[in-house]
């Protein structure tokens, strides 16, 4: 790990200024996955601003019925609240099966939004990859794919995000909050929080730079069936293979989001309309311009046959 200097701050507004002050900046909370990539010489920031007493820990209501998502609650705070797992039961169930109990006493909700994908080649500096060096190439194409993208991929990156929290919030149409250097802050629907990589997939958000997340709104609970159903290579702490996070209504209709698949949470609104018409007609439409490889193509028949449990479950 190379050295640092290190900073803490105890307002939002103070956060934001202080990475506009300090290049190479790196904003720390809960560090799972910062610190891992640290370690690796994969993030290397010359200075840390700890933001883990700025507040924003809290679950508040909000004035049309939602709740609003402090930007340091943990994991583990956020999957047992009360509220949480009475009406945005698909979150709660999708943060269980992320990661290790400990990891979730740590791991913030902001963090989770934001961690850096798990491609073995991402993490291998020794192979070429566009998101950690720009330009260099991406290893995973011609290497070994299994876990990686099989949709909204591109010539330049088939690496996968890695979060079961975000999938449920795109289940959910969450809102993310922010607050910039100058004070100022904006709401952006999830769905347009996160890029494609397109020929950069070196920039993974749509945050401007020094852009800080204070909160997570959602929108008030919409009722309806609550499922997440993840598939992984073993029972526990492993990332998913496919995931699909889901909000059953009696009427047949759903609103679907799938991890495991593409650089970001997938999520096809005018796709759902297919769902009353079956897990075979909506994966189809959902998974419409799929890229897999060799490898991966296995995941276009894993998506459909996960999907057609998460109905049939949805029905019982």
Not at 159 to 166: C, E, I, L, V, W
Request: contains cysteine; proline residues 6%.
């Amino acid at each position: 790990m190379k050295s640092f200097t290190y900073q803490r701050v105890t307002t939002p507004a103070e956060a934001a200024a202080a990475i506009a002050d300090k290049p190479g900046a790196k904003f720390l909370a809960g560090g799972t996955n910062l610190l891992d990539l640290m370690k690796l010489q994969i993030e290397t920031p010359a200075h840390l601003i700890d933001i883990g007493r700025i507040g924003l820990d809290k679950i508040e209501p909000t004035a049309n019925g939602g709740l609003r998502i402090g930007a340091l609650v943990s994991n583990t705070d956020l999957a047992a609240d009360p509220k949480i797992r009475k009406d945005y039961g698909v979150l709660s169930r999708a943060l269980l099966a992320g990661a290790s109990g400990q990891l979730r006493n740590k791991a913030t909700t902001a963090g989770n939004l934001l961690q850096r994908t798990r491609c073995p080649y991402f993490y291998d500096t020794n192979q070429p990859c566009n998101k950690r060096v720009p330009g260099s190439g991406c290893a995973a194409i011609a290497g070994f794919s299994k876990q990686l993208a099989v949709i909204g991929s591109s010539d330049a990156c088939i690496a996968t995000h890695p979060s079961d929290m975000a999938v449920g919030m795109m289940a959910l149409d969450a809102v993310v909050e922010t607050i910039n250097p100058a004070g100022k802050t904006r709401q952006i629907p999830i769905s347009q929080l996160y890029r494609l990589p397109g020929k950069t997939p070196h920039l993974e958000t749509n945050l401007e730079k020094n852009e800080l997340i204070t909160s997570v709104v959602l929108p008030a609970p919409v009722g309806g069936t609550h499922i997440y159903h993840k598939v992984r290579d073993r029972a526990s702490y492993a990332f998913a293979l496919v995931s699909v996070a889901a909000i059953l209504f009696k009427d047949g209709s759903g609103k679907i989001a799938i991890g495991g698949v593409a650089p970001r949470p997938w999520r096809v609104p005018g796709a759902e309309k297919l769902i009353p018409s079956g897990a075979k007609a909506f994966a189809a439409k959902l998974m419409e311009g799929a890229r897999p490889t060799q490898d991966n193509k296995y995941k276009l028949a894993l998506v459909e046959r996960t999907i057609e449990l998460v109905l049939k479950e949805g029905k019982s």
